[in-house]
């Protein structure tokens, strides 16, 4: 079975502060991603990447920043947290092709 | 501009019955759509899948059909069970080699015993 994990289920973290987030795949997928889910707003792309090293903007980059320096590991960076973002985050994997993507559990991270 | 829509953000059944979830799209250029279910604090697992050169695909009690014409999908659930209750999120694929996923809002499904 594929598995992804990310890093922390629940994070309380303080305006301003830098928040890492990170999420590891198993399955020597290619492409990797990281989502925020709102309420009534579903599920909305941040940044992707397709390669190690590689980075592509999703729909809301603003105020993230992402890291894959090795295959198996993509983190999202919080550069200073606000508020505003405070939210579910998932991370998800797939191989190349029209295939599903495979989702972390989530971390529900807060901002205070 | 949301391009996968969910317009029923919760839907109520008898265990048994059917569940029908909808989701329309507005980009003639997806080639691939996808079910996805999610439980509180659990990330969204697959579910069922269709390419656009298909009306139909059937896993057991879930069937997805669509209709190119009029940029719309549904979720048929037979018959529903009380484990079905979930956030289900339709998504729409572009096509190429990054697999990006646009997202619908979900609608909650609830399946009264």
């Known amino acids: 079975d594929v598995k992804v994990t990310q890093s922390s289920r629940y994070l309380v973290k303080r305006t301003g502060e830098k928040v890492f987030l990170e999420c590891v795949q198993d399955?020597?997928?290619?492409?990797m991603f990281w989502y925020r889910q709102d309420p009534g707003l579903g599920l909305r792309l941040i940044y992707f990447s397709y390669d190690v090293k590689m980075k592509e903007k999703g729909d809301i980059p603003e105020g993230y920043s992402v890291s894959r320096e090795k295959k198996e590991r993509f983190s999202l960076i919080l550069e200073s947290a606000s508020t505003n973002q405070t939210s579910m985050y998932l991370c998800?994997?797939?191989?190349?092709?029209?295939?599903?993507?495979?989702f972390g559990p989530g971390t529900r991270l807060t901002v205070t | 501009d949301q391009q996968v829509k969910q317009n029923s953000p919760s839907l109520s059944v008898q265990e048994g019955r059917i569940s029908i979830l909808n989701c329309d799209y507005t980009n003639s250029m997806f080639d691939y759509f996808l079910w996805y279910k999610k439980y509180p604090a659990e990330g969204p697992t697959f579910l069922i899948s269709?390419?656009?050169?298909?009306d139909k695909n059937e896993d057991g009690r879930f069937t997805v059909f669509l209709n190119k014409s009029a940029k719309h999908l549904s979720l048929h659930i037979v018959p529903s069970q009380p484990g079905d209750s979930a956030v289900y999120f339709c998504a729409a694929l572009y096509g190429g080699a990054t697999n990006k996923l646009i997202f619908g809002t979900g609608t909650l499904l609830a399946v009264q015993p």
């Open positions: 269709i390419s656009s050169i298909k």
């Open positions: 399955m020597d997928h290619e492409n």
């Open positions: 998800a994997s797939t191989t190349g092709g029209p295939f599903e993507q495979y």
